[in-house]
């Protein structure tokens, strides 16, 4: 049933339409086993090491958004913080294994959250756009936008940025000529989706994780004249979206 209203609804892609922060995880799990086994004969804790690993993460994608090197480097980074700490020798075959463990995150195969393909062909099935916003490198999310065959639902409208923040998505809808009472934006960080777009007058759906990256995770205000939802299930967006709607035909 298409909708009287028509809508721009922007989509991120990890964690909002396929699986990430999850890989990061795993691969993280690796690491600290890793470390743990290198370090036994210090007195530092799993969680010492993960409160390292983060502090150093979330300072690389300040400074280099997020280009793929950033977390095999915040591995590296930490190991050789601790090896300087303790005054343990820095083993170069140990920083290559961390390399490879760190870029292996990149590889894996691209797994579709749940309701993927049926929200998004509820959305075009009540005639609104859609739009694909995410961060990265344009190899690496080309490749996951190609593995699950994206393009047959955004076309052409498809933005891969280094750095995902407000200027970023500003230039999208301001290029993009968009009406920002009827565009959306929907993701799973309030950091790079959700205070960018009430920040450029839109609307926004949260996606609340069970368990979020830090770096995403930020105090937001609310502008009073824009719609904030948070939701836990992708397949909420279209009922969203269509009550939108049905309220603004009938003011």
Known sequence: MKSSLKQQIIFDLDDTLIHCNKYFNLTLGDFLELMQEWFCDYEITVEDIRQKQIEIDVSGVTMYGFASHRFPQSLIDTYVYFSKKVNRPIDTNEQAQLQKLGMSVYDQEVEAYPGMVET????????????????????????????????????????????????????????????????????????????????????????????????????????????????????????????????????
Request: proline residues 2%.
């Open 120 to 251: 998004l062909e509820c959305l075009l099935d009540q005639g609104h756009t859609l739009h694909l916003y995410t961060g990265g490198e344009q190899m690496i999310q080309q490749r996951k936008i190609d593995q699950m065959k994206l393009g047959e639902y955004f076309k052409n409208r498809i933005y891969i940025t280094r750095h995902k923040n407000i200027e970023a998505f500003e230039k999208i809808v301001s290029e993009g000529q968009m009406d920002r009472n009827h565009t959306w934006m929907v993701g799973n960080s309030l950091r790079t989706d959700i205070e960018p777009a009430l920040t450029a007058g839109v609307h926004a759906i949260y996606i609340e994780q069970d368990m979020e990256w830090k770096y995403n995770l930020i105090e937001l205000n609310k502008p009073e004249n824009h719609s904030l939802y948070t939701i836990k299930d992708l397949t909420d967006v279209p009922k969203i979206i269509l009550e939108y709607t049905k309220q603004q035909t009938h003011l």
